[in-house]
């Protein structure tokens, strides 16, 4: 199988009023025709990696290919192949839809029949038809999206880079959106998508990289990872530090790794949900503790974080912290912005301009 | 779910072909792309057309009939002085609007998608200040009519008449590029916004735009006199309504030189350094 996005030791460092090194030496191989997730929490380096590859952003070292191609000595040529949509590749507002495909179209150089065919069939696609002649200005954050995606592909690019393509959009959205996502790789195209979230990564992916402060922790296909992990965490909430403490040590033996115990909340992987929950109720009844809450959830990226590193992720809190309004609110985009593009002090020659 | 499928194009248009001659041509086709969406979005933002139309026409209302009998021009009727002046002034507070428009982009990330695009690096620039110049076209033919309807009569003829609007179009064209690098500095649009006025402020107004030069104190009168936004407006002023309405005593010739000059300098410094800041900034 032939290798479509091939990195090694990628290493880019902004220097701004705090030097970041944003990647420090990230490798990884993704071939064609699958779906590549690069999962990490915010600040971790994924958006740098993307805009790398996409020839946006020049690496400090170590080197890039595109289906073969250098991104940086051959970016003209590598532009012809990628598409790019997610979170910061915006569409434009003032324009309809339909007008916005078109000039992605044609600033692909593409032939006008055939970007005026194009710019319908990808309406149809996305289920946009009825709002193509409409300002963005009035389409939901799902929709917006949706037709992201669809300015992605209007030169049928062979590699497609999804920058957190579900990140801000409500559970129904997201689902839509991963469906097309899904249709798009039966067709054969590459992806390489970043994402904070497991159960995207989980359901769109073949194989999966963990990225952390520049490096990758792991990587492997998301069934591997969930073996490691245990398939359910297990949460306890308990009414003082003292039970607790107890708790954690009592569901030791039930979990795959160690009961992580904060304050008065214990949490625990483990591979067989319900026999688990079974098993630690009576133990700790046997013990007389009453738990405050007893609940089966979904691990996380906090939980992936948290078996491979020992730690959970810096500076956020839950999943969904950053996610949840980023559409609506245009200060907390602008200060996420802000902080990712430390890089504009940094001098960057574009090898050609005109 | 549409079952037709188009044929992936063959490459009709060679994106990645080489050769100074296919280079041009791309340059000139996207620029005419971006030219397009940004005049778009001119006519679908409600502010945009607001400072294009309505903001130009009460500034010719209020200098003609508020300000305007209390300023005392010799040789010509005041709103005769007065036009070529606003017009000036009009187009040189629009060009802020190419360092909003290029602010808006960057944030918005609209920029980021046209980088990772087979498209030439010049466009989004030329797209944008190209918008501009074409938005000044159509703010000059409303003010000529607003000031038609106020009394406004130009006495030299309509080519030399069209020439004072080139003189203003280029010099229009020149602050553009300068606004860009104004844009392409800026954080946010607020923050661009904010930076270009205090930049344009002092040029339209200790200018020979509003008063006559006659007016001022004598310190300031060499500046207001020779700085770019002025000569511009007396190079208008002399090829509208005649030389003597400068109340100088130069030629049309000598103002319409100094304009070129100003200019065409101002295109040499800007023109590198917002092509300079356009690369660098990511």
Sequence with gaps: ?354 | MTTTTVVAPTVSGAPHSSGVMSNLRWLVSDTLTLTRRNLLAVTRIPEALFFSTVQPIMFVLLFRYVFGGAIHTDAASYVNYLLPGIFVQTVAFGSVSTSIGLAEDLQKGIIERFRALPMSRGAVLLGRTTADLIRNVFVIVVMTVVGMLVGFRPTTGVLSYLAGVGIILLFAYALSWGFAIVGLSAPNSETAQVMSFPLIFPLTFISAAFVPLSSMPSWLQGFATYQPFSVTVSACRSLMVGPAATGTGRSTEFWVVQSLLWTFALLCVFIPLAIRRYRTRT
Excluded: C
Excluded at chain 1, 72 to 94: C, F, H, M, P, S
Excluded at chain 1, 211 to 220: F, L, S
């Design chain 1, 1 to 354: 199988m032939t290798t479509a996005i091939e990195v090694e030791n990628l290493q880019k460092t902004f220097t701004g009023k705090r030097v970041v090194r944003a990647l420090d030496g990230v490798s990884f191989a993704v071939p064609e025709g699958t779906v590549f997730g690069l999962l990490g929490p915010n600040g971790s380096g994924k958006t740098t990696a993307v805009r790398i590859l996409t020839t946006i952003l020049r690496a400090d070292g170590g080197s890039a290919r595109v289906l073969g191609h250098d991104v940086w000595k051959k970016a003209a040529l590598v532009r012809t192949l990628i598409g790019l949509a997610g979170q910061y590749a915006a569409v434009d507002e003032n324009l309809t839809g339909r007008e916005n495909l078109q000039m992605v179209g044609s600033l692909n150089h593409l032939p006008r029949a055939f970007v005026v065919t194009r710019a319908v069939e990808l309406l149809d696609q996305f289920n946009l038809t009825d709002a193509g002649d409409r300002p963005l200005k009035t389409y939901s954050g799902g929709m917006r999206r949706r037709l992201d995606l669809a300015a992605a592909l209007v030169a049928r690019p062979t590699v497609l880079f999804l920058d957190e393509p579900t990140t801000g959009l409500d559970p129904q959205s997201r689902n839509d959106l991963w469906e097309v996502i899904e249709q798009l790789v039966g067709g054969g195209t590459t992806v390489l998508l970043t994402t904070q979230y497991l159960e995207e990564a989980d359901r769109l992916a073949s194989t999966l990289a963990v990225i952390d402060h520049g490096r990758v922790i792991a990587e492997g296909t998301p069934e591997s990872m969930k073996a490691d992990l245990g398939a359910t965490v297990l949460e306890v909430g308990l009414t003082s530090i003292e039970d607790a403490e107890r708790t954690g040590a009592i569901l030791d033996t039930l979990g795959t790794h160690q009961a992580l115990t904060t304050g008065t909340l214990v949490e625990l992987t483990v591979d067989d949900g319900p026999q688990a929950a079974m098993s630690g109720l009576r133990a700790l009844d046997a013990a007389g503790i009453t738990p405050q809450s007893f609940n089966l959830r979904e691990p996380s990226l906090d939980d992936v974080f948290l078996s491979l590193t020992g730690h959970r992720t810096e500076g956020q809190a839950t999943d969904g912290d950053e996610g949840g309004n980023e559409d609506q609110s245009p200060r907390r985009r602008r200060r996420k912005r802000r902080i990712e593009q430390l890089e504009e002090a940094m001098p960057m020659a574009t090898g050609e301009f005109s």
